[in-house]
């Protein structure tokens, strides 16, 4: 189970802009995915642990957290995304 963070096409910016929004400033917190949500970064800096693997991630990132993924979030600079969960 991995975290997908690759740089979006500009369908999915179209796409992702349309969504709701969610941020929060400099903390760290456990998450649980129920379901796979995607993500586009409109600012900020964060780090999620999962295992023993870590990927970090920032403005202008589109993000795939899969179903079922348990982590922390180390939110290093605040963040503000568009998010979609399936």
């Not at 456990?30 to 600012?43: C, G, K, Q, R, V």
């Not at 795939?64 to 969960?85: A, R």
Request: hydrophobic residues 35%.
């Amino acid at each position: 189970m991995n975290i997908t963070v690759r740089k979006p096409t500009e369908s999915e910016i179209t796409t992702m802009q349309m969504q709701p929004t969610w941020g929060c400033g400099v903390s760290e917190f456990n998450w649980h995915y129920d379901s796979e949500e995607t993500a586009l970064i409109i600012e900020g800096e964060v780090t999620v642990t999962y295992g023993n693997n870590s990927v970090s991630f920032g403005a202008g990132d589109l993000c795939v957290f899969p179903e079922g993924l348990s982590c922390v979030w180390k939110v290093t600079k605040p963040v503000n995304k568009h998010y979609i969960f399936k």
